[in-house]
């Protein structure tokens, strides 16, 4: 008798071709080119737009297609529901964890203390493109901005709010209609169609990351960093306490080990490293949490979603930006407006991801909105917010990737033994 072929195991992938480390080696070279030569590194930018341009063009079609085939497959509408408050009441409650995390920080580090600034002596010229749109954000005109003028326009302007209503609407109407399966197992097919271009673009994101990085080093350069080194320090010692503390917890409360977690998802955290945008992880994140075990209806709600109401990093340094303003022109802030503070936060920062220079706009908002830290005091932070923009977009990304993992076992829909399974390679 004679016995069944025995298949050789495949070899270990070479440790140079893995994409993650591509992708090290190109921040690195960046960073090496943007010190040694400025000029050049800050020409090398169009690599980084080229990549960011590659990956949100995928973004509309990918959100749009997993959403329907997620909500149209689940045929629940009770359950949409659910998904949607419990998502909704858990980036409500992170993010103010953060905004109060932040303000303790802040408070006891006192990053501006000493620097005795007169905002009148402020070049104002430079914020003028921030603190104007800043004036016009309200709540009434981003939840407006959520419904699309036309269908195509919410897709030409890659709106991710806009795109995931749309989703949904198509989603619930492909559930009841005759001949909704077939159309949906169609999206279905187009989506991986979708995620096959994605890792195509993915081959990029080492040139892309190099780009962008040499730019940003290059064109603000390492020196800029020096004059608010401990407002930098406080935003990353802030955003280090609440990844490893709070978000910690919540994770091992529901089956996940952050530090598994995070290095599950190590390409996605270096791509958005040196790009400084979490946007071009937001593709590969939906498929890596689908794969970690989570149910399509849950990422395709809980993801795009999250990237405009549960931005951790970005609540971590609107607090201490602003409080730093108030530190560095010697703004005495009292106990009730610092409580002011935080509640038109927690408003204001649900829109900033929607808005180009979203975080300065907001900030400006913000103070704006209290009428005693002068606005003018943003143009301290012109310098350092590059570089303060990478941590803000990994910690989002760490935080959105928790959420959609705690909203999936709330509504029974992980895998636990897949998620096990995948966290332990």
Known sequence: MALPPTSTPRPPRPFYKSLHFQVLVGILAGVALGIADPATGAAMKPFGDAFIKLVRMLIAPIIFCTVVVGIGSAGDMRKLGRIGVKSLLYFEVVTTFALLIGLVVVKVLQPGAGMNVNPASLDTKSIQD?????????????????????????????????????????????????????????????????????EMVMKAAPIGSFGAMAFTVGKFGVKTLIPL??????????????????????????????????????????????????????????????????????????????????????????????????????????????????????????????VTGGGFITLAATLASLGTVPVAGIALLLGVDRFMSQVRALTNLAGNAVATVVVARWENELDRERMARELAR
């Open 229 to 354: 080194a401990k407002l930098m320090g406080c935003v990353c010692l802030t955003s280090l306490l609440f990844v490893f503390i709070v978000l910690a917890a919540i994770s091992q409360a529901h089956g996940a080990n952050i530090f598994r977690l995070l290095r599950y998802l190590r390409e996605e955290f270096l791509i958005v490293l040196g790009t400084s945008s979490s946007e071009t992880a937001l593709p590969g994140l939906m498929r890596r949490l689908e794969e970690l075990g989570c149910a399509k209806p849950v990422v395709g709600l809980v993801v795009p979603s999250g990237y405009s109401f549960n931005l951790d990093g970005t609540s971590i340094y609107l607090t201490i930006a602003a409080i730093f303003v108030a530190q560095a022109t010697n703004t005495p802030l009292t106990g009730m407006q610092e409580f002011v503070l935080i509640m038109v936060l927690m408003l204001t920062s649900k829109g900033s991801a929607a």
């Open 130 to 198: 921030y603190a104007g749109p800043g004036k016009a954000l309200h709540t009434v005109d981003f939840l407006l901005n959520v419904i699309p003028d036309t269908m195509a326009g919410a897709f030409a302007k890659g709106e991710i709010l806009q795109v995931l209503l749309i989703a949904i609407l198509f989603g619930i109407a492909l559930g009841r209609v005759p001949g909704g399966p077939s159309l949906i197992a169609g999206c279905d097919k187009f989506v991986h169609a979708l995620f096959g271009v994605m």
